[in-house]
T-cell receptor, first 116, second 117 residues
Framework: DADVTQTPRNRITKTGKRIMLECSQT?????MYWYRQDPGLGLRLIYY???????NKGEISDGYSVSRQAQAKFSLSLESAIPNQTALYFC???????????????FGPGTRLTVL | AQKITQTQPGMFVQEKEAVTLDCTYD???????LFWYKQPSSGEMIFLIY??????QNATEGRYSLNFQKARKSANLVISASQLGDSAMYFC??????????????FGSGTQLTVLP
C-alpha cells in the first residue's frame, strides 16, 4: 500500500462549488504539505502543517483552506472553486529533521482537479 | 528572485548513455538542502536524491548521483546508463533556508528528459 494517499485522484467540478481534497499517510510523519502544480511549472506551496495544532500559509494560500484532522490526515478545501484553480494537487509529508532525518518530502500520487 | 534555475527545458539521451541535468540555486544561507524529484507521465512525484550543504561528498543513489559544486551554487543530477523508463520530467528543489521554521521546498521549472532507444 502507498505511504501517502490522496482522494479523489481526479475531480471535475463547476465554478462556485466547494471541493475537499483529502490526504492520508502511514509514514508516521509529523509534517504535511499541500502543493499545486500548473502545466510547465514546478510545485508551489499552498499550506503546511508541522503538527495537528499547527497550520501555516504557503506561497499561494488565497482561495484555499486546510484542516489537520489527525497526525495522519490533512485535507485541502476550495471554498468556492474557480477555473484558475484547475491544476494538479499534491500532498506531501516529511519527518521532523534531526540526526536521522533529512526531512525529505514524500509525495502522494496527486489529484487532478478541473474547474469548469 | 528565482531561487532554483533549471535552464534545460528538454533533454535527449541515447539509451545506456549518461546524462547531466543542470540545476543552479541562489541562497545566502549556509545550511540548506537540495533535492531531485522525478515526475513520470503518470504524474506522481518520486524522490531521487538529497544533498545537504554540509555534506562533503557528492550524494549517490544507484544510477543517480549529484554533482554538487557549492562555490558555483550548482547541484546537477547525473543519470548513468540511461534506461527508457528514465524518460520523465525532473525537478530540482531546495529546502527554503530563509523561511525560518518553514523548511518548505522551492522547485525549479523542470527538465523533460527523453531517452531514445
Amino acid at each position: 500500500d502507498a505511504d501517502v494517499t490522496q482522494t479523489p485522484r481526479n475531480r471535475i467540478t463547476k465554478t462556485g462549488k466547494r471541493i475537499m481534497l483529502e490526504c492520508s499517510q502511514t509514514k508516521g510523519h509529523d509534517r504535511m504539505y499541500w502543493y499545486r502544480q500548473d502545466p510547465g511549472l514546478g510545485l508551489r506551496l499552498i499550506y503546511y502543517s508541522f503538527d495537528v495544532k499547527d497550520i501555516n500559509k504557503g506561497e499561494i494560500s488565497d482561495g484555499y483552506s486546510v484542516s489537520r484532522q489527525a497526525q495522519a490526515k490533512f485535507s485541502l478545501s476550495l471554498e468556492s472553486a474557480i477555473p484558475n484553480q484547475t491544476a494538479l494537487y499534491f500532498c506531501a509529508t516529511s519527518a521532523h529533521p534531526g540526526l536521522a532525518s533529512t526531512d525529505t518530502q514524500y509525495f502522494g500520487p496527486g489529484t487532478r482537479l478541473t474547474v469548469l | 528572485a528565482q531561487k532554483i534555475t533549471q535552464t534545460q527545458p528538454g533533454m535527449f539521451v541515447q539509451e545506456k548513455e549518461a546524462v547531466t541535468l543542470d540545476c543552479t540555486y541562489d541562497t545566502s544561507d549556509q545550511s540548506y538542502g537540495l533535492f531531485w524529484y522525478k515526475q513520470p507521465s503518470s504524474g506522481e512525484m518520486i524522490f531521487l536524491i538529497y544533498q545537504g550543504s554540509y555534506d562533503e561528498q557528492n550524494a549517490t543513489e544507484g544510477r543517480y548521483s549529484l554533482n554538487f559544486q557549492k562555490a558555483r551554487k550548482s547541484a546537477n543530477l547525473v543519470i548513468s546508463a540511461s534506461q527508457l523508463g528514465d524518460s520523465a520530467m525532473y525537478f530540482c528543489a531546495m529546502r527554503d533556508p530563509a523561511g525560518g521554521s518553514a523548511r518548505q521546498l522551492t522547485f525549479g521549472s523542470g527538465t523533460q528528459l527523453t531517452v531514445l532507444p
